[in-house]
């Protein structure tokens, strides 16, 4: 069973910037195409970014311009850099699979406020 652990949120004001990290447990990241999900308070989880496995990245219009995915598969890790952070990005960021096929990790809290 391969564990998503997520980190890097935190409050931040509009404008801001942080980077999230996903680690993943075994070493078979490589193979799947992953992604960053997120959920507001009272939303349903959305896909933020996607990477393949050979490192082509999609982004929602949203996240377009602004946010940047990024894997290392020798150290089985997704980044996502969110830059100009805005308050509608308040979320609880999640990485997996897209589509996601593992368990969620625990999510890693963004709040964007002054």
């Known amino acids: 069973q391969v564990q998503l652990v997520e980190s890097g949120g935190g409050l931040v004001q509009p404008g801001g910037s942080l980077r999230l990290s996903c680690a993943t447990s075994?070493?078979?990241?490589?193979?799947?195409?992953m992604a960053w999900y997120r959920q507001a308070p009272g939303n349903q989880r959305e896909l933020v970014a996607r990477?393949?496995?050979?490192?082509?990245?999609r982004y929602t219009d949203s996240a377009k311009g602004r946010f940047t995915i990024s894997r290392d598969n020798a150290t089985n890790t997704i980044y996502l850099q969110m830059n100009n952070l805005k308050p509608e990005d308040t979320a609880l960021y999640y990485c997996?699979?897209?589509?996601?096929?593992?368990?969620w990790g625990q999510g890693t809290q963004v709040t964007v406020s002054s």
């Open positions: 997996n699979t897209d589509p996601h096929v593992w368990a």
């Open positions: 990477i393949t496995s050979e490192g082509s990245a």
């Open positions: 075994g070493s078979i990241l490589r193979f799947y195409a």
